[in-house]
């Protein structure tokens, strides 16, 4: 496929005078850093992704426009730092290139870490997501909102497509049932999580350290491709993953100073944990490598975290992140 060129012809639709166009990644799209002959710097996006298995309403123009509203709500909302979205030059969010449907957004500049290595880190990116859902419990959608849920409902799908692994030898019957176990749990007690403006609202979706970058004493957020209607303890729970459970503390603390936590919320935020690491399955899944390290992440999951979670013994401010 002809990225360049499409890129080139998605620009001509914007007015931007181009000096430079890199491409920098593949993921849920193809992303091109766009630098004007201004000096102005943006983010243009290709939606398609590379991995196999993500499902094609992704990349459908109503719901990419969806997350351009709320992206430009929290543009106007918020004081913070993020991808505002540009309009075409028939005041559109979404470009069509020959079936290619492309957006553009403003770079945000910042420090991308492969991990969230410190409490000083951790208490940013709490403020960082206090103020995103503190937004979002009080924002209306529009009519045309369209954006898919994130609920447990994912979780038990991507179960069921690791399951023929067991007969293949690539992940062992114990491991398999450990983590069936751990998501039944955790879909039970969702299930009984009224979807109030306490709990439930738009979320980013992915909140990871390739989605927020570090500048000054601000932790900016990037990449709201996969933000949906969600639960708010999810954000949470998924940036965990990169958060040494010593350093999560400083991230809670600093997230109830921007908005309030419920009554309950480590047992919500335990089952959120679950289900962002099943969930997050129905991606990795498509992707060329997958079977040469998912087996290995989900064996680790299931006797650290899952065993623990199974048992009912605390496991999110101890133990032994998934890189060590």
Request: glycine share 6%; proline share 6%.
């Amino acid at each position: 496929m002809d990225w360049s060129g499409i890129a080139n012809r998605a620009l001509s639709h914007y007015g931007v005078d181009v000096e430079s166009l890199e491409a920098i990644a593949q993921s849920a799209s193809m992303i091109y850093k766009v630098t004007d002959k201004s000096g102005a710097v943006y983010s243009l996006r290709l939606h398609q992704s590379k991995s196999d298995t993500l499902e094609s309403y992704w990349s459908d123009p109503d719901v990419i426009r969806s997350e351009m509203l709320w992206l430009q709500a929290l543009a106007e909302g918020t004081d913070l730092v993020l991808p505002v979205p540009n309009k075409n030059s028939r005041g559109e969010y979404i470009t069509d290139v020959d079936g290619m449907p492309c957006s553009l957004l403003c770079w945000v500049e910042g420090e991308q870490k492969p991990f969230v290595p410190s409490a000083d880190d951790a208490r940013l990116v709490g403020i960082m997501m206090g103020k995103l859902h503190k937004q979002a419990s009080v924002w209306q959608p529009p009519a045309a909102f369209v954006r898919p849920e994130s609920d447990s409902q994912a979780m038990m799908e991507a179960l069921g497509k690791v399951e023929p692994w067991v007969e293949t030898g690539l992940l062992s019957e114990d491991i398999f049932n450990l983590l069936v176990r751990a998501s039944e749990r955790a879909q039970d007690i969702l299930h009984h999580v009224e979807r109030t403006a306490e709990h439930w609202g738009m979320i980013h979706g992915d909140l990871i350290p390739s989605n927020f970058l570090f500048h000054g004493q601000e932790c900016r957020p990037i990449d709201f491709g996969a933000c949906g209607p969600g639960y708010f303890l999810y954000d949470l729970a998924w940036s965990f993953s990169f958060i040494h459970p010593m350093h999560r503390g400083s991230l809670v603390d600093a997230y109830s100073e921007q908005f309030s936590l419920p009554p309950n919320y480590e047992r919500l935020l335990e089952a959120c944990f679950v289900m962002a690491q099943l969930s997050t399955l129905n991606f990795w899944l498509g992707l060329p490598d997958a079977t040469s390290w998912v087996p290995e992440h989900l064996s680790k999951l299931a006797s650290r975290e899952c065993t623990r979670y199974i048992q009912d013994e605390p496991f999110l401010y101890s133990g032994i992140p998934f890189w060590e």
